[in-house]
């Protein structure tokens, strides 16, 4: 296949680059002049994702597109109007270049969207492809960005497939999720032992791996497809501390602060997000991918918790 990758300079986009040049792909990377790609794969530059972005270049010749490049949800987003910048660069920039996909002969896109654009958590039914009710300015961008695309496959021709990973981690990883590992190296105590939840995460090889089935076995032209994803594991908060220390050689510290408490020291201390990612749940179906191209995750949790430890341990950057 020939595959353009936005965002290839990314935590996502570098390990996804990676496995298509060794499966023999040809792939290019659109990204600024001074990105950073993987050996093997083509830099094509453009100037950042927004609405007056000219893909033009980069998507002629390509016969797939992985869209994986974003404004990113952020804990605390000091934008004076945040829905409206995400509107500009998730739905206005993807729906450009979906456009210049679909002129140029693109078959079939692929879009990173987010568990986001299904909501925040769950109360005993998991999220699926089906359920859509986000919250957040993050969320709302990316579910009108599907909607777009649907469109935009629906006049065009164009095949697309959205996949709605929740929290990924790995290799390289960032934000909350390197902060926990952090903490946990360090012996820090982390008062969620009393937490009774279900979460569920995907490992950045799986994620990827899922982008390569789908490149793979692409809709009928015109298609849309909408898929949830996971590891096949889903587990509460301190369980995933547990085996994460386990991959880190380190003891899990976790006295049992009643969650009510939690939550209320959450809100005096500004980070009420942050407290109801650790202590709710956030369950994901992942049947629709498996019955509809047979994908399901290659690797377990607790592979993928000691893959990112030996990652840590070495202190070295995937890139």
Known sequence: MTVLVTGASGFVGRELCRRLVGLGHRVAGAGRPAARLPEGVEHRRVAGLSP??????????????????????VMHDDATDPLAEFRAANVAGTLRLA??????????????????????????????????????PYGISKLEAERGLAAIAGRSGLAVTVLRPPLVYGPGVKG???????????????????????????????????????????????GFRVFTLCDAETVSTPTLIRLLAAALGRRALLP?????????AGRLGGRTEMIQRLTASL??????????IGWVPPDTLEDGLAETARWWRNKESPT
């Open 52 to 73: 007056a972005t000219d893909w033009s270049a980069a998507v002629a010749g390509m016969e797939s597109v992985v869209h994986l490049a974003a404004r990113v949800h």
């Open 283 to 292: 369950e994901v179906d992942a049947a629709a991918i498996a019955a509809a």
């Open 99 to 136: 456009e210049q996909a679909a002129a140029a002969g693109v078959r079939h896109l692929v879009f990173m969207s987010s568990i986001k654009a299904n909501g925040e958590e769950t109360h005993g039914l998991a999220f699926g492809p089906d359920d859509a009710a986000p919250i957040d």
């Open 176 to 222: 909350n999720f390197r902060t926990l590992i952090k903490a946990v190296d360090r012996g820090m105590p982390l008062p969620l032992g009393a937490v009774i939840n279900r979460r569920a995460l995907i490992g950045l090889g799986n994620l990827a791996d899922a982008v390569r089935a789908c490149l793979e076995t692409p809709p009928p032209t015109g």
């Open 256 to 264: 049992p602060v009643p969650v009510g408490l939690l939550r209320l």
